[in-house]
Nanobody, 125 residues
Framework: QVQLMESGGGSVQSGGSLRLSCVGSGYNVAPKSMGWFRQVPEKEREGVAVIELGGPASYLASVVGRFTISRDDTTNTVYLHMNNLKPEDTAMYYC???????????????????WGQGTQVTVSS
């Protein structure tokens, strides 16, 4: 059974930084794409950053230049480094894995095959 376990959320002031981590377990072959989505109440879940096996990454336009996604397949871990955080980044962040390409998975959450439980990120002004 595939499981994704997030950590690293928390509360920071505007301009601060956080690093989210997600460790995957239970799969025989590393997922083609792993990434991060976020959701606030009453809004749809949106793809923030997704990275494919081998490195191509896709980012939400509003986080380009501030967030960096990386993955370490020797430890089944995907990271999201978030710098210059803004109040509008406040959300529940979910780790995700799937077989689609990075861009497609980021823009089509319905193709995600596995989700983590989520970790809260709160940015205060």
């Amino acid at each position: 059974q595939v499981q994704l376990m997030e950590s690293g959320g928390g509360s920071v002031q505007s301009g601060g930084s956080l690093r989210l981590s997600c460790v995957g377990s239970g799969y025989n072959v590393a997922p083609k794409s792993m990434g991060w989505f976020r959701q606030v109440p009453e809004k749809e879940r949106e793809g923030v950053a997704v990275i494919e096996l081998g490195g191509p990454a896709s980012y939400l336009a509003s986080v380009v230049g501030r967030f960096t996604i990386s993955r370490d397949d020797t430890t089944n871990t995907v990271y999201l480094h978030m710098n210059n955080l803004k109040p509008e980044d406040t959300a529940m962040y979910y780790c995700a894995a799937g077989a689609a390409s990075g861009w497609y998975m980021r823009t089509h959450p319905a193709v995600v095959t596995h989700w983590g439980q989520g970790t809260q990120v709160t940015v205060s002004s």
